[in-house]
């Protein structure tokens, strides 16, 4: 089993930043590929960015690129997402999710853990 809890979440302006971890506990992270995944009121969960479980191979959303980047810390135990240049429409509960296969998945049903996420609410 591996436990994930998200932290880092908050109440930001339109243009600002922020910084996501997710701490896991359980089992090393380095056995596991992640995902930083959000679902925001009446919409469906939506895929934001994935990493290898050795941080080797990223993936992220095309509405995300170029202002987020998924990053992890094996040794920590951690998986971060940094968010830049943030925009109202990324208003969203945020979760981390974790997978065995090792390979980024765009994918929820690959998954096998997941967080109980941090709400993200971006100001204009």
């Known amino acids: 089993q591996v436990q994930l809890v998200e932290s880092g979440g908050g109440l930001v302006q339109a243009g600002g930043s922020l910084r996501l971890s997710c701490a896991a506990s359980?089992?090393?992270?380095?056995?596991?590929?992640m995902g930083w995944f959000r679902h925001a009121p009446g919409m469906e969960r939506e895929f934001v960015a994935a990493?290898?479980?050795?941080?080797?191979?990223?993936d992220a959303a095309d509405s995300v690129k170029g202002r987020f980047a998924i990053s992890r810390d094996n040794a920590k135990n951690t998986l971060y997402l940094q968010m830049n240049s943030l925009k109202p429409e990324d208003t969203a509960v945020y979760s981390c999710?974790?997978?065995?296969?090792?390979?980024?998945?765009?994918?929820?049903?690959?998954?096998?853990?997941w967080g109980q996420g941090t709400q993200v609410t971006v100001s204009s």
């Open positions: 999710a974790a997978h065995s296969r090792g390979y980024t998945s765009r994918e929820p049903p690959e998954y096998n853990y």
């Open positions: 359980g089992r090393f992270l380095s056995n596991y590929a």
């Open positions: 990493i290898s479980f050795s941080g080797s191979s990223t």
